[in-house]
């Protein structure tokens, strides 16, 4: 984003510098050449308009992956504070995420052990260490354990401590916090030990909120998706917001399982900028772009970085939970008026282009035309992913 403004001494930690990243994240930016010479390799690849508009393909991505793995549900700098929960609309499934004062992330079924109602109806982050029932008052601890029944006398042989609410398997990892739907033995073996340490060096673990919003879309997740894995449409879709701080070149790109990593040189970026200041800012320099497994997609910018879990609710339809975090909150008016500039930036970025071009592409899609989506060069990394997914799609 187009920040001017140098606010590193107003936020309550210093920005990312070149030395607070991974090694493996240090060695792929000294990859980057200079924009003169960064080498454009043609590509022919295609994928079948199937794959995004198709109902057999949803239900096997369902199946395959998004019951059949731990996916990512959060955030946990949501939930900075001990004894605070929060509900969260995820894959179609109502759930609680709570913090217990031993600092565990849980992860709940939002349904009351009586008959089902939600616990928690709104999605704000409370802080309180027991919630009640709206409906006949049974009253949980955010540790799940039920805690109290109205009226219990008319119970008869009502056992309390068989009826805590249920628990999903769940993990934080990278400060995505993972859970796996279907109450199975979670399997994470497709999550990146290195994303995770990418993740934690770039703040996500245990940066601020600063603002979040829900986004409802008409496409498929994947078509959602794209845009987050390639370069191609940067200098002509934001053509009249950020297109012109970018390269029209292709991305670094390190590949781990089904997990990508790119990173990119501004505009004019030459390699010698890395170490004439020890300081510096690593985000004015360089822009980090992930695509974690199997649907977090995750921007950095100059102060903060954005997060965004694509939850496919149907073959072309998508919620999209965008998280803007900064490494603390605005402690002074000047870093207010940044977050919120940068904040307001990034929703009409992402929200009014990005997410526009992925409607505006899944109505065609929806009518059979093309009946192939064609990829170039520019987009390499569009494929790589897919044939991870597709790898996965195709086990037994
Ligand atoms: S449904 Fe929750 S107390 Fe009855
Ligand atoms: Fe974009």
């Known amino acids: ?62 199946t395959k992956i998004f019951r059949r793995f731990p996916v990512p549900v959060t955030l946990a700098a949501l939930l900075p504070d001990a004894g605070s929960i929060v509900a969260v609309e995820a894959y179609g499934v109502p759930l609680l995420v709570s913090r ?55 119970f008869a042989g009502l056992d309390k401590s068989q009826r805590s609410l249920k628990r999903l398997p769940a993990r934080v990892f990278g400060g995505i916090v993972y859970a796996q739907l279907d109450g199975g033995d979670p399997d994470y073996s497709q999550l990146s030990d290195q994303i995770a340490a990418d993740f934690t060096a770039l703040g996500i673990a245990d940066g601020h909120v600063y603002g979040r919003q829900t986004f409802e879309l008409k496409a498929n997740w994947k078509v959602v998706l794209e845009p987050f894995l390639e370069g191609y449409h940067v200098q002509r879709l934001h053509a009249a917001s950020i297109g012109n701080l970018f390269v ?36 004015k320099l360089v822009t980090h772009a992930y695509t974690a497994f199997p649907n977090v997609v995750v921007v950095t910018s100059q102060y903060y970085t954005s997060v965004m879990i694509l939850m496919p609710r149907d073959a072309d339809r998508t919620t999209v939970h965008y998280f803007m975090l900064t490494p603390g909150p605005a402690t002074t008016p000047k870093a207010e008026e940044v977050f919120k500039r940068s904040y ?12 526009r071009a992925a409607e505006i592409s899944q109505a065609g899609l929806s009518t059979g035309v093309p009946d192939e989506v064609v990829y170039c060069g520019l987009e390499a990394n569009i494929v790589h992913y897919y044939e991870a997914l597709e790898s996965l799609l195709e086990r037994a």
């Open 1 to 62: 984003m187009n920040e001017v403004v140098d606010i590193t001494k107003s936020v309550g930690r210093k920005v990312t510098r070149l030395s607070d990243l991974t090694a493996s994240q240090q060695e792929s930016i000294r990859r980057i050449p200079a924009e003169k010479d960064a080498v454009n390799v043609p590509l022919a690849a295609t994928r079948p308009n199937a794959i995004f508009t198709g109902r057999e393909r949803f239900d096997l991505e369902q």
């Open 100 to 154: 217990t004062r031993d600092g565990d992330v849980n992860v709940f079924v939002n349904a009351c052990q009586h008959k089902g109602a939600k616990l928690i109806e709104d999605c704000t982050v409370h802080t309180q260490s027991r919630m009640t029932c709206p409906y006949h008052a049974w009253t949980y601890g955010i540790d799940g354990k039920l805690i109290g029944v109205a009226r219990a006398d008319m």
């Open 344 to 355: 307001e930036l990034i929703i009409s970025v992402f929200g009014g282009e990005d997410f």
């Open 248 to 283: 029209d070149a292709p991305n670094i790109v390190d590949v781990f399982g089904a997990n990508i990593r790119q990173v990119s040189g501004r505009i004019d970026y030459d390699p010698a900028m890395l170490d004439e200041d020890a300081e510096a800012n690593i985000h």
